[in-house]
């Protein structure tokens, strides 16, 4: 992975500490890294187990595990639970910990989602709705209930930053349970940052186009939705139409090419920023086709 050019001192994050969800692996550990290599401690949570419902596989425990090596590699400190952002006593439990050892809360990401199986909205499983709304929206909503106070304690203000997806400014259909999801989380982000943007917290959103991790990669039954015409696609089918999607003519991004939108959010560089919707997505939901 690639270490961002914008170094601690630089970007304003030497010392201070960021809780991460969906730190396991992709772009929640992408996240931690980045914001890592930039000078702050982590605090950060994944299930790292599957979902039932889900037709490829999350997180693991080991990929956990990993991810704190490699953030202790940094230099900076790091508190990672294995938990589930539908859990808001657990994501509650979890911070208070976080900030008793590491002393205080600057930057939040809510990172943490799953990427449901393409279907006509009538044919959506109700175990898979209800996944999707527990882990993207409600999971994002405990995530910023829980950060909320230990912000606002903290006198500093504060950077808070929700992953979306290009797909809900695109209204990608087939997938309207994600897109139902990822569409509500940038209304919260939005109505949050006028409730606090008086004590200099900023809320804001990224929406990344396609990334090149397990949600996409290992997501068989979702590459349907760009081959229909196969029975049994594979990634290396779907390329094509990925990089179509694109006017800059890459199939996907990389993790760490989002992580460096985060380290600019969170960082002092961004301190005037609130209430944007920000895509890094090659151009994708600008494109005229």
Same mark, same amino acid.
């Given at each position: 992975?690639?270490?961002?050019t914008t170094?601690g001192?630089?970007?304003?994050l030497?010392g201070k500490?960021a809780?991460?969800?969906?730190? +396991?692996r ?6 931690a890294?980045?914001?890592?290599q930039a000078?702050?401690?982590i605090?950060?949570?994944?299930r790292?187990?599957?979902v039932a ?10 990929e956990? +595990? ?7 590699a ?13 859990d808001?006593?657990?994501v /509650? /439990?979890?911070l ?13 990401v809510?990172s ?5 199986p393409?279907h006509?909205l ?7 709705w209800?996944d999707?709304?527990?882990? &993207?929206?409600t999971?994002?909503?405990h995530?910023?209930?829980?950060s ?8 500093r ?6 992953i ?9 259909? &087939? ?6 999801t ?6 919260m982000?939005k109505?949050l940052?006028?409730?606090v +943007?008086h004590k200099?917290i900023?809320?804001?959103?990224i929406a ?5 991790t397990p949600?996409?990669?290992?997501? /068989?039954?979702q590459f ?6 196969l029975?049994?696609p594979?990634l290396?089918?779907?390329?094509d139409?990925f ?9 996907w991004?990389?993790?760490? /090419? ?5 380290v600019f959010?969170?960082?002092?560089d961004?301190?005037w ?8 997505d090659?151009g &994708?939901?600008?494109?005229p086709?």
């Amino acid at each position: 992975m690639a270490t961002p050019t914008t170094n601690g001192r630089e970007a304003g994050l030497h010392g201070k500490v960021a809780f991460i969800t969906g730190i +396991a692996r992709g772009q929640g550990r992408a996240h931690a890294l980045a914001l890592a290599q930039a000078g702050a401690d982590i605090i950060g949570i994944d299930r790292a187990a599957d979902v039932a419902s889900m037709g490829y596989p999350l997180g693991t425990e080991a990929e956990l +595990a990993e991810t704190v090596g490699l953030v202790e590699a940094t230099g900076r400190r790091i508190i990672a639970r294995k938990g589930d952002v539908r859990d808001r006593k657990g994501v /509650e /439990e979890l911070l208070a910990e976080g900030v008793a050892e590491l002393g205080r809360l600057d930057v939040v990401v809510a990172s943490a989602a799953i990427s449901p199986p393409a279907h006509r909205l009538w044919k959506i499983p109700t175990e898979q709705w209800d996944d999707v709304i527990g882990t &993207n929206l409600t999971g994002v909503f405990h995530t910023l209930a829980a950060s909320m106070p230990h912000l606002l304690a903290g006198r500093r203000g504060g950077s808070i930053i929700v992953i979306s997806s290009g797909a809900a400014m695109n209204n990608v259909p &087939n997938l309207s349970d994600y897109v139902t999801t990822k569409t509500g989380v940038i209304g919260m982000a939005k109505s949050l940052a006028n409730e606090v +943007a008086h004590k200099q917290i900023r809320v804001n959103v990224i929406a990344p186009g396609t990334v090149n991790t397990p949600m996409v990669t290992t997501n /068989e039954p979702q590459f349907r939705l760009f081959r229909p015409d196969l029975a049994n696609p594979r990634l290396e089918d779907c390329a094509d139409g990925f990089t179509r999607m694109n006017p800059m003519g890459r199939p996907w991004l990389e993790p760490d /090419e989002i992580s460096r939108a985060v380290v600019f959010l969170a960082s002092d560089d961004a301190r005037w920023i609130t209430g944007v919707v920000l895509p890094v997505d090659q151009g &994708n939901v600008n494109r005229p086709f």
